[in-house]
Each structure stands twice: as structure tokens, then as C-alpha cells.
DNA sequence: AGGTGTTTACCTTACG
DNA sequence: CGTAAGGTAAACACCT
């Protein structure tokens, strides 16, 4: 199993390969790990339970915002998405497993179970650009979760936390003359290191936070609610989601720094700055409006970790060129009856590896949603098993991997 | 002024 | 119980 998922494809992304679909794939990968599509389904399903697509960009009308059922639904007022700091700290009462049928695109009430991290990283799958603005990203997170367009805006202050606490997201400055406020974003391919570095921990699953007026109305309510709609999601795509979420979001990655979990209460001085990264060269300025898919098909996977050459250099790494886009192609899948377009373009980021088969657990994570499961086969294949594989299998499967730095 | 980005502090919960 | 992780709040700086 660790070998199928190890196997990557010698097919690197080809970032200007079909930008449109974005369902190109290099080579016929093993289909089955080739794509986060799942997740995809899972998003248009549960952020859209009619089936219909949307498009930020034809989102005015057609978005859950043009439906608000919040506008429908009794006087709520979300305002602090939690009562003290998480979702997870609900007092007793608010809280509930995961329901299975919960449209967050419409149900303004139950907060998204995902972290901010795993939000960030939907939001940059759904874009088509190898990079994302941060109001495109607040843009994408409210066009899919009803939730956070009544949610007090200080949810805002989170993601932007997160873009720059977590090392899986990379800021990509904005070219001098290119106008616009604050940079763009973008996965961090050198997270992808640590996951073979078997970093990969397991953590605990959100659970799903519900207001206390969501609570009063389910109980009142019979299932005319937006809430209360049978749900398109299957339980097993949420799991998928919820074990990508605990890959992804990794806070505090910061090797060898403090813990900041340790308060202190001394300020420091002088804030050190982040290591700037360089300047890249930015590809192309791209609408944001534009920027973003919803929760459709077009997982551009590869566009996430593509890095600019000078994100390259900036790591310190030999980029190797990209490869031929003519190498793309498309896979179908099958996944628990859904019939899915694999991005096989994408293809792990690869680090020279020259100090560390240190994978980031995020992109264990993608990966592993990239093959989540083995349809003819045993079903879901948990994370843990895929870091069986002998260092040699690794080893041979980096070089591979390294073979295709054409997703640079 | 407002958006963006960084950092620190602190809280809550889950896990070992 | 200690720690890790995620979330929230807020201060501050920079930029448009």
C-alpha cells in the first residue's frame, strides 16, 4: 500500500499545462492516488446539497449568499463563531458529532468541522491559480460556508493567523507593479518532506460546534430547515476530509523554535521579521474574483505546489524544468459511487531531498487524499501504514519524485 | 483609513 | 498531568 502511494508518477505538474480544467494529468498515475477530487465531491455535495455548481465568479446569484438561508431562518446572530476561544470549547450541549447531513453552504448555524488551515487549503485547491489572495481565500470560505458570512468577522483574524503561523502556507509577494493590497498564497511544496519524515501525527477531529439557537431550532424545527436537508455527503468522504484536516493543519512547525504554547508574557523588543522569502516571479496576476472555483471539479492540485522558481531558490533548491504538459492526462475514478476526474498532474512536490526526506505532514496528507483509498482493494488506507514503506522504497520513489520538480 | 501580515498571549480540548 | 494543536483576541507595523 505505501508503495502505491509512494509511486508517484513521474509526472510533474506542468503548471501552465491546462489551466482551464485543471484535470489534466501527466500520466495515467495510479489512478488512485492521484486526486483530492474526492475532497472535491465532497464539497460541492456538502456545501451544495442541489448538486449544482458554483462559480465565485457567477456565485452572485447562484451563491448560498444569494440564498442566505440564515436571512430565513430566525434571528441569529453567529457573531462570535464560539462562546470563549474554539469551536471545540462549546460548553456541553453545543456540541455534536459531526452530523452527516449538515449543508454548511446554507446552514449558518454549525460552524465548518474543519481548521482554518484545512479551509485555507480548500480554498487554494478551488482556485485555478497557482496562488491565492487572502481576500480570495475570505471570499471562498463565505461563498461555501454560510457559517462565516454571519460569523463575526473576527474569524478573519484567524486566517490570516494561520497563513502566517502555519508553514504550510507560503506568502508570495506582489510584484512591484502589480497593483492590489497584500501578497498571494500559496501551499508550501516543502511541507510535502516531512510527511516522509513520518512526522505524520494524528490528531483529534473537530467536532462540529452548533449554536445554541441551532440547537433550540433543530428541536423545534422538523427537517424543512436548510439544516435538516438530507445530506449528499457520505460519511466516509467527511472522514477523508477530517483526516486531511489533521494533516494540514500544522501550526508551530517552526523547527527547534519555542513553543508558543509556552506564554510569555515579556514582549519581545524587537519583532524578528519572517525569513522574507523572495520575490517570485509572479506568473500572472489573476482576477480574484476569478480566482476561485467553489467546491467543483477542478482541483488544480498541481497549481497549489507549483513553486516559482524563485520559491525554488528560495528553498535552496535545483528546480528540475517542468515537464511537457503533453504528458497529461486524465484518469477517472470511482470513489463510494461517486465518479471522479483525477488531476493526475499532480504530483508531489519534491525537495531535493539533499538534507532530509523530511516530507511535511500536510502533504502526506494531500497525498494521501490524492489515494485515499483503494476502491478494488481494502477500502480507505489510513495514513500510518503508508510510512511502512522501507527508507529504500522512499528513497527510490524521492528520486522519482525529484524527476518531476516539474511542478516547479 | 482600511486591508494585510506578523507576533504574542491565552484558552480549550485531545492525546499519550 | 503535561503537551500538542487549534482557535481567539489583540497589538503593532506596513502598505495601498
Not at 101 to 123: F, R
Not at 144 to 150: G, L, P
Amino acid at each position: 500500500m505505501a508503495e502505491s502511494w509512494l509511486r508517484l508518477p513521474g509526472a510533474g505538474p506542468a503548471e501552465e499545462a491546462a489551466p482551464e480544467s485543471g484535470l489534466e494529468e501527466p500520466d495515467a498515475l495510479d489512478d488512485s492516488l492521484t486526486s483530492l477530487q474526492w475532497l472535491q465531491e465532497f464539497s460541492i455535495l456538502s456545501a451544495n446539497p442541489h448538486g449544482y455548481h458554483q462559480v465565485p465568479g457567477s456565485v452572485a446569484p447562484g451563491s448560498p449568499l444569494a440564498a442566505d438561508p440564515a436571512c430565513l431562518g430566525p434571528p441569529h446572530t453567529p457573531g462570535k463563531p464560539t462562546s470563549s476561544s474554539t469551536s471545540r470549547s462549546a460548553p456541553p450541549g453545543m456540541q455534536a458529532p459531526p452530523p452527516d447531513d449538515v449543508d454548511y453552504a446554507t446552514n449558518p448555524h454549525v460552524k465548518p468541522p474543519y481548521s482554518y488551515a484545512t479551509l485555507i487549503c480548500m480554498a487554494m485547491q478551488a482556485s485555478k491559480a497557482t496562488k491565492i489572495t487572502l481576500s480570495a481565500i475570505y471570499k471562498w470560505i463565505t461563498d461555501n460556508f454560510c457559517y462565516f458570512r454571519h460569523a463575526d468577522p473576527t474569524w478573519q483574524n484567524s486566517i490570516r493567523h494561520n497563513l502566517s503561523l502555519n508553514k504550510c502556507f507560503i506568502k508570495v509577494p506582489r510584484e512591484k507593479d502589480e497593483p492590489g493590497k497584500g501578497g498571494f498564497w500559496r501551499i508550501d511544496p516543502q511541507y510535502a518532506e516531512r510527511l516522509l519524515s513520518g512526522a505524520f501525527k494524528k490528531r483529534r477531529l473537530p467536532p462540529v460546534h452548533i449554536h445554541p439557537a441551532f440547537v433550540r431550532q433543530a428541536s423545534q424545527e422538523p427537517s424543512t430547515a436548510s439544516w435538516a436537508r438530507p445530506l449528499t455527503v457520505n460519511t466516509e468522504a467527511q472522514q477523508l476530509l477530517r483526516e486531511f484536516e489533521e494533516a494540514t493543519g500544522e501550526v508551530g512547525w517552526a523547527s527547534g523554535e519555542g513553543r508558543p504554547g509556552h506564554k510569555r508574557k515579556q514582549p519581545l523588543p524587537k519583532r524578528v521579521a519572517k525569513v522574507p522569502r523572495p520575490p517570485s516571479t509572479l506568473l500572472l496576476t489573476q482576477e480574484e474574483q476569478g480566482e476561485l472555483e467553489p467546491l467543483k471539479g477542478n482541483f488544480d492540485w498541481e497549481a497549489i505546489f507549483t513553486l516559482d522558481g524563485e520559491l525554488g531558490s528560495l528553498e535552496g533548491l535545483e528546480l528540475s524544468p517542468p515537464l511537457s504538459p503533453a504528458s497529461h492526462g486524465d484518469v477517472d475514478l470511482t470513489v463510494h459511487g461517486h465518479h471522479i476526474d483525477c488531476p493526475a498532474t499532480w504530483g508531489p512536490p519534491v525537495e531535493q531531498a539533499a538534507d532530509s526526506l523530511d516530507f511535511d505532514e500536510t502533504f502526506l496528507a494531500t497525498s494521501f487524499l490524492q489515494h485515499p483509498w483503494d476502491e478494488s482493494g481494502s477500502g480507505c488506507l489510513p495514513p500510518e501504514p503508508l510510512f511502512e514503506a522501507g527508507d529504500a522504497t522512499l528513497a527510490a520513489d524521492l528520486q522519482d519524485w525529484t524527476s518531476v520538480g516539474a511542478f516547479l
